[in-house]
C-alpha cells in the first residue's frame, strides 16, 4: 500500500527567507503523481503544486518548488522569499496513475511565516 | 480549474440530528470525492460519489451513516446522520476533471454537534 510521510509536524520561517518542507512516501508504482496543497486558516484546500513521476524536471510555480527525487522516493517542496500569507498547513498526497484515483495523504506542515 | 460551491459552510447541531451538506460545480466533472478532517488532522477520505450509482465507501464508513447522493456531474450530497460529538468535523468535497490537474476543494462546512 502507498504511504506519504511528512516528518515535520512544525516548522517556521522568516518572511522573505527560504524554506523547505520534506515528504517521503513509499509505492511499487512506476506511473503516478505528487501534489503538494496549501491549508490556510480559512480552510480552503489550494493546489500548489503538482509533479508527474514520468517527468524528470521538477516543478515550479512562481516562489514554489519541488526537488523531486524519485529513486529516493522524496518530493520536498521549496518555498522562496516567504510571505504572510504563505503561513498554512501544508500536505503532500500521491496519487497512481492507474484507475484508482484516490489521494494518499500525508499528516501535513504546519508552517508559520515570521515578520 | 473547476468552481465548487459547499453548503453549508458551518453549522451547529444537536445530537441524533442529521445534516445534509452540499456540493455544486460549475461544470462537469468526473470524479468526486467527500472527505473528513478531524481537527488537527489530515484528510480521510470517506465515499467517492458516483453518478447514477452508489457511492463507494472506504473501510470505516457505511451508507447507513454517511449516505451520498450525486444525481448529474455537477452535484453531490453528503448527509451525516444521527449525529454525535464524534462526527464534529470539517467535511469537504472534492472534484476532479482530469488525472493531470489535480483535484479541487470546496470550502468545507465546519460541523460542530453538540
Known amino acids: 500500500a502507498q504511504t506519504v510521510t511528512q516528518s515535520q509536524p512544525e516548522m517556521s520561517v522568516q518572511e522573505a527567507e527560504t524554506v523547505t518542507l520534506s515528504c517521503t512516501y513509499d509505492t511499487s508504482e512506476n506511473n503516478y503523481y505528487l501534489f503538494w496543497y496549501k491549508q490556510p486558516p480559512s480552510r480552503q484546500m489550494i493546489l500548489v503544486i503538482r509533479?508527474?513521476?514520468?517527468k524528470q524536471q521538477n516543478a515550479t510555480e512562481n516562489r514554489f518548488s519541488v526537488n523531486f527525487q524519485k529513486a529516493a522516493k522524496s518530493f520536498s517542496l521549496k518555498i522562496s522569499d516567504s510571505q504572510l500569507g504563505d503561513t498554512a498547513m501544508y500536505f503532500c498526497a500521491f496519487m497512481n496513475a492507474g484507475n484508482n484515483r484516490k489521494l494518499i495523504w500525508g499528516l501535513g506542515t504546519s508552517l508559520a511565516v515570521n515578520p | 480549474s473547476a468552481v465548487i460551491s459547499q453548503k453549508p459552510s458551518r453549522d451547529i447541531c444537536q445530537r441524533g440530528t442529521s445534516l445534509t451538506i452540499q456540493c455544486q460545480v460549475d461544470?462537469?466533472?468526473?470524479?468526486m470525492f467527500w472527505y473528513r478532517q478531524q481537527p488537527g488532522q489530515s484528510l480521510t477520505l470517506i465515499a467517492t460519489?458516483?453518478?447514477?450509482?452508489?457511492?463507494?465507501?472506504e473501510s470505516g464508513f457505511v451508507i447507513d451513516k454517511f449516505p451520498i447522493s450525486r444525481p448529474n456531474l455537477t452535484f453531490s450530497t453528503l448527509t451525516v446522520s444521527n449525529m454525535s460529538p464524534e462526527d464534529s468535523s470539517i467535511y469537504l468535497c472534492?472534484?476532479?476533471?482530469?488525472?493531470?490537474?489535480?483535484?479541487?476543494f470546496g470550502s468545507g462546512t465546519r460541523l460542530t454537534v453538540v
Open positions: 460519489a458516483n453518478q447514477g450509482s452508489e457511492a463507494t465507501y
Open positions: 461544470s462537469q466533472v468526473t470524479m
Open positions: 472534492s472534484v476532479g476533471r482530469s488525472l493531470n490537474y489535480g483535484y479541487t
Open positions: 509533479q508527474e513521476a514520468y
